[in-house]
């Protein structure tokens, strides 16, 4: 991750992200750029959706991840049965006490894996809208906020669709980025089999930071710089996405918002303390493919919403800052 641009960052919190990455690689082989991009949505304060076909490794990099960033981990498999109460916590009668205790829901950690999120109900889903946004749940209306830092990786497979229900767009928009796994080449499916032979690939993984550590790194990247010119071009790709004719709905401001913290964490891994243009580009569709819809027109022409957003990125003018 050396560039030939950095500058003066603050050192502890540089290394210590990319001795994550590096830890998350031990297990996560051949997916570099996901990885970062896992990590970058998680130094913005973002959730992440993970989008692909069983076995590609979806689970294991949110295992991975939460292991070496030392923070603690739940998961929830996610099932009609599951009930919002299991994600949010519920209150219970103490006899001996004769009062109520709230016993906490597997939201309550620092990263939850919310695993085939697409099979739960719709009010299950809808439980982890308050936790995503805003950092806390309300149960009989008590609010208890969650663990800081807070990060939801979502998981589900975009092609079984029998028994599941598609997250709808209000919910799609509380995610920082989608990102897709891919399968491996040949040979890093070798070396994968090679390297799993009768061992559990997560027991490789050591705790390279802390929650304090997160933290800390998390105010680092808030400390970035955004020139006036980098703030408008942000806006302009998200304006570009609503007047689009080749899409029904464009990207929410929600989205201008999200875009401009994950510029801001993707720059720091790169050992800059400010945004260049590429470093929106490079996030720019993980983190806004999600949000927007194909008009007709575009789905009859068999066109993505990658294709749109590389139009949208080509067509916009890129400005030049004075920090080259």
Known sequence: MANE???????????????????????????????????????SGGHVLIEDVPGTGKTTVAAALSKAAGLDFNRAQFTPDVMASDITGFNVYNRQKEEFEFREGLVMTNILLADEINRASPKTQSALLEAMEEAKVTVDGTTYRVPDPFMVIATQNPTGYVGTY????????????????????????????????????????????SVETIRGIRAAVQNVALEPEICRYIVQLIHATR?????????????????????????????????????????????????????????????????ILSEILRTVEVPYTTKR
């Open 243 to 307: 007047k689009s004719t080749k899409l029904s709905l464009g990207a929410s401001p929600r989205a201008s918002l999200l875009l401009m913290k994950l510029s801001q964490a993707y720059a720091f891994l790169r050992g800059r303390d400010y945004v260049l243009p590429e470093d929106i580009a490079f996030v720019f569709t993980p983190g806004i493919a999600h949000r927007i819809v194909l008009s007709q027109e575009a789905r009859l022409n068999r066109e993505s919403q990658t294709d």
């Open 166 to 209: 598609p997250l709808p767009e209000a919910q799609l928009d509380r995610f920082a980025m989608r990102l897709s796994m891919g399968y491996p080449s040949e040979e890093e499916e070798i070396n994968i089999i090679s390297d799993r032979r009768g061992v559990n690939p997560l027991d490789k993984v050591n705790a390279i930071t």
């Open 5 to 43: 641009n950095r500058i003066e960052v603050n050192e502890t919190s540089y290394k210590a992200a990319q001795a994550l990455i590096a830890e998350v690689e031990k297990v996560v082989i051949g997916k570099h750029n996901e990885i970062v991009l896992l990590v970058t949505a998680m130094l």
